[in-house]
């Protein structure tokens, strides 16, 4: 990839008809197939017993972590949150560990990309917290303490979403281009050192990523439980 090109999105590998298939994309669909084969490969012959594959016994400390995790940040039943932030984590995760491979540049490096799962996580939110609390009781969230907060909640959900996007997307693009740079200045020795930092922080950038994503549902799950508690407590005393 030419340094002098901020996105991956710049890089235009073929045309489907009026659509482009830019480096983003094709990377993408490379993820997720690669996903899918780990998947099938993993699950194809599960065991219970104590014989079991080495790919078994990573994923089930991989969804043993995540189920904690989560289950310490709602402090609820984390079952069903599990499916979506754990996509989450998997998905940035194998992107960004990924970057190491040379010529191979991260989809989350891509702001269309780390857009589009903030979006995913701005539609998750009133999902999960509609499904939690009911429509009526989640929208009241909007108007407290008094109905003239709405645009200002509103706001609120629309700038966390864009600092989702624009976090994960300006981390993992300047780690690459810095990669890319001491490639050029240096090729034997930076890249190494380099490597090793990125991966740490494409890690830490999904933990990251993933969390908040589970601290803006659980908020938006848990605001009915606590405002029957304070009522409680209040007719308590």
Avoid at 19 to 25: C, E, G, H, L, P
Avoid at 49 to 55: K, V
Avoid at 96 to 109: D, E
Avoid at 140 to 164: C, D, H, Q, W
Wanted: with cysteine.
């Amino acid at each position: 990839m030419d340094m002098t090109q901020i996105s991956p999105d710049q890089v235009i590998y073929t045309h489907i008809g009026p659509f482009a298939i830019s480096a983003t994309i094709a990377y993408t669909w490379l993820i997720i197939l690669l996903l899918a084969a780990l998947s099938i490969a993993i699950t194809r012959r599960l065991s219970t017993g104590p014989a079991m594959s080495r790919g078994q016994n990573v994923m089930e400390i991989l969804v043993g972590g995540l189920l904690s995790q989560i289950k310490d940040v709602s402090g609820e039943d984390p079952e069903p949150y599990l499916s979506f932030v754990g996509t989450l984590f998997v998905f940035i995760v194998i992107s960004n560990t990924l970057a190491v491979v040379p010529g191979f540049t991260p989809p989350t490096a891509s702001l269309s990309t780390t857009a589009a799962l903030a979006i995913c996580v701005f539609v998750a939110v009133p999902f999960y917290g509609i499904s939690s609390q009911g429509f009526v009781n989640y929208m009241r969230l909007y108007i407290k303490p008094s109905v003239f907060m709405l645009p200002f909640n509103i706001m609120g959900e629309l700038s966390r979403t864009l600092a989702l996007a624009v976090r994960l997307f300006g981390n993992m693009m300047s780690a690459t281009k810095i990669v890319m740079i001491l490639l050029a200045v240096a090729p034997l020795f930076f890249p190494v050192v380099m490597n090793a930092l990125g991966l740490l922080t494409g890690i830490i950038q999904a933990y990251i990523f993933a969390i908040l994503a589970m601290v803006y549902i659980a908020s938006a799950s848990q605001a009915r439980k606590k405002t029957e508690q304070k009522e409680i407590d209040t007719s308590e005393q």
